[in-house]
């Protein structure tokens, strides 16, 4: 199949309207993630040219006209080209898979899946392939599955698993799934984190919980904090709401000014990151202020 047809890159908010999605590319902390750590491996895949820091999933109209200007083809081929060196064998599998072999490419991530069917990286390929290249969600979310039941944190497989549950309409078994999995490992914070926003869209009262516990995990801490405030205003706690996104606001700006005296890229996306989370803030405050 040409390149240019052989995937399109699909946003995170896109798909589930999730805010803001936002997360760095490297794990440093294999206690977290042992393999990368990502906003989705979909809006990777669109931003080589980017700074993932100052990427925002719910840009302003001239923040999504600059996305939609900085987007490349998207295959599970060009997202390996944006990790660090890979095995032979996989690069081989992702090299076929982007010169149009794509059954070539899966049938040797699978041999060696059944090779090394605890390797969570042969797996995370492979689950790309089915998703990006096969169009196959059902087969993604296998392989995803067993990703979590390996490593229960690996960030990377929890947020793509997420875009996999709402092209499937499959939210119910998801959260069944990671209700599981916590059940079996208390500790995995990075899975508490998905349960709690994907419960939001059901039942956001019953995601606070969860949502601030996720706030306690330093790199994503702004992205929970936008997502606990917009749980909270749609459970009618309208104050938690507001402090949730000041303070959200106050991250944005510390990282806006660093990067200004740094000199980093994209500090137009967190110009617009801080400009929609104003918005927010003051929508917040009106509502608050309807409701004395």
Do not use: C
């Not at 803001?20 to 750590?37: D, L």
């Not at 797996?123 to 969600?137: G, T």
């Not at 069944?176 to 939001?200: H, V």
Request: no cysteine; proline share 5%; hydrophobic share 45%.
């Amino acid at each position: 199949m040409d390149k240019s047809k052989r995937g399109q890159a699909i946003t995170f908010l896109a798909v589930l309207a999730l805010g803001w999605g936002w997360y760095k590319h490297i794990a440093t902390n294999p206690k977290e993630s042992s393999e990368p750590t990502v906003q989705t491996l979909r809006e990777q895949q669109t931003q080589t040219n980017v700074a993932p820091a100052a990427m925002s999933t719910n840009p302003s109209p001239a923040g999504a006209a600059a996305l939609e200007t900085k987007q490349p083809p998207t295959t599970s081929a060009t997202f390996a080209k944006s990790r660090t060196a890979l095995p032979p064998t996989i690069s081989e599998a992702l090299s076929l898979i982007d010169r149009g072999l794509t059954t070539d490419g899966v049938a040797l991530l699978e041999e060696l899946s059944a090779l090394e069917p605890n390797n969570t990286e042969v797996l995370m390929e492979l689950a790309m392939a089915y998703s990006l290249d096969l169009k196959d969600p059902v087969k993604a979310r296998t392989a995803l599955e067993k990703i979590i039941d390996i490593n229960p944190n690996y960030r990377a497989a929890l947020n793509e698993l997420e875009l996999v549950y709402g092209e499937l309409g499959a939210f119910e078994q998801g959260l069944a799934f990671l209700n599981l999995k916590i059940q079996q490992d208390p500790d995995a914070t990075e899975l508490q984190f998905l349960y709690g926003r994907m419960l939001a869209s059901t039942d956001p009262k019953a995601a606070i919980s969860w949502l601030k516990n996720a706030t306690k995990i330093v790199d994503i801490r702004e992205d929970a904090l936008h997502q606990l405030a917009m749980a909270a205003l749609s459970a009618g706690q309208i104050q938690l709401a507001i402090t949730s996104w000041s303070e959200a606001l106050t991250m944005a700006e510390d990282a806006l000014s660093q990067a200004l005296v740094k000199g980093d890229s994209g500090i137009d996306f967190l110009e617009d990151r801080i400009a929609s989370t104003k918005i927010d803030l003051e929508k917040a405050r009106i509502q608050a202020k309807k409701n004395l």
